[in-house]
């Protein structure tokens, strides 16, 4: 069976599970977007790679700003990845959830984790720009409901019973 290579690849990476996230900075406003794509690379240094589309209104501010932080969202934060996914206008993102600041990064307080970073590098590759992001401070929320993306919609995570 013969498929044509792009659509066969784009309907295998909706089947990939991811975390969401709200990759955020301050650059002069407040800037920030919805990321689903992103993975952690060393334990030594801590660091973060993040991909971003070029087509992305944040895109551009990535390559003046320092520093960013990463806020792994939470099952009952799924409107604020709407909000962060264009859902409102970028002049009103940051009107949904709370969010403080640390030295100047932006941060949502209640999510699973938020990962502050520098940014390292960036690489264009294809329609994305790839950061690698240096970690220099993490705080990690005591509950476990991660909001997961799939095949287009959020999903939870089910607890697999341990084989007996």
Known sequence: ???ELQPAFRTAMRRL?????????????LRGMTATSLVSV????????????RSASIHAHLRVAREMSVNL????????????????SPD?????????DCDGI?????????VLCRIASLTVV???????????RVSVSDSLS????????YRAIAQVPANS
């Not at 599970?17 to 406003?29: E, F, N, P, R």
């Not at 940051?94 to 403080?100: A, K, S, V």
């Not at 294809?126 to 220099?136: K, N, Q, R, W, Y």
């Open 1 to 3: 069976m013969t498929v």
């Open 17 to 29: 599970a991811s975390s969401v996230a709200i990759v955020a900075l301050h650059d002069q406003v």
């Open 42 to 53: 060393t334990m030594d240094p801590p660091t973060l790679l993040i991909c971003v589309n």
């Open 73 to 88: 969202l939470s099952v009952a934060q799924a409107s604020i990845a709407d909000a962060f996914a264009g859902k409102v």
């Open 92 to 100: 009103e993102r940051f009107r949904h959830g709370e969010w403080q």
């Open 106 to 114: 932006p941060y949502l307080v209640g999510a699973q984790a938020n």
């Open 126 to 136: 294809g329609s994305h720009t790839m950061i690698l992001a240096e970690v220099h």
């Open 146 to 153: 991660p909001l997961l993306y799939c095949d287009g919609g």
